[in-house]
């Protein structure tokens, strides 16, 4: 059974930066769908960004993000890494990983992951 745990979510001032990382256990997650979900008090879950092997990583973001965060892996740690920089108050959400063997086209949906970690939550101070 794999395992997903989040970390280096905190409290941040607008404008500032978190990276957060998502370590993986229990499978190889290199060639799976990894991707970064967040949902905010009252809204639900939305897709942030997701990373996917197609030969070389191919990479998927919100347009609110684009520009801002940006993923990269480390597959010796069998880890995504999300780094968010220019943070806004907007941003501030549970941050949650997710990973699945999924096509390309359904990346941005949560219905479609199989595994999720338990979430960190990252503040954005205006």
């Known amino acids: 059974q794999a395992q997903l745990v989040e970390s280096g979510g905190g409290l941040v001032q607008a404008g500032g930066s978190l990276r957060l990382a998502c370590a993986a256990s229990?499978?190889?997650?290199?060639?799976?769908?990894t991707g970064w979900f967040r949902q905010a008090p009252g809204k639900e879950r939305e897709f942030v960004a997701a990373?996917?092997?197609?030969?070389?990583?191919?990479?998927d973001y919100a347009d609110s993000v684009k520009g801002r965060f940006t993923l990269s892996r480390d597959n010796a740690k069998n880890t995504v890494y999300l780094q968010m920089n220019s943070l806004k108050p907007e941003d501030t959400a549970i941050y949650y990983c997710?990973?699945?063997?999924?096509?390309?086209?359904?990346?941005?949906?949560?219905?479609?992951?199989?595994?999720w970690g338990q979430g960190t939550q990252v503040t954005v101070s205006s």
């Open positions: 229990g499978s190889t997650f290199s060639t799976y769908v």
């Open positions: 997710a990973a699945g063997r999924l096509g390309p086209t359904s990346v941005t949906a949560a219905r479609f992951y199989d595994y």
């Open positions: 990373i996917r092997w197609s030969g070389g990583s191919t990479y």
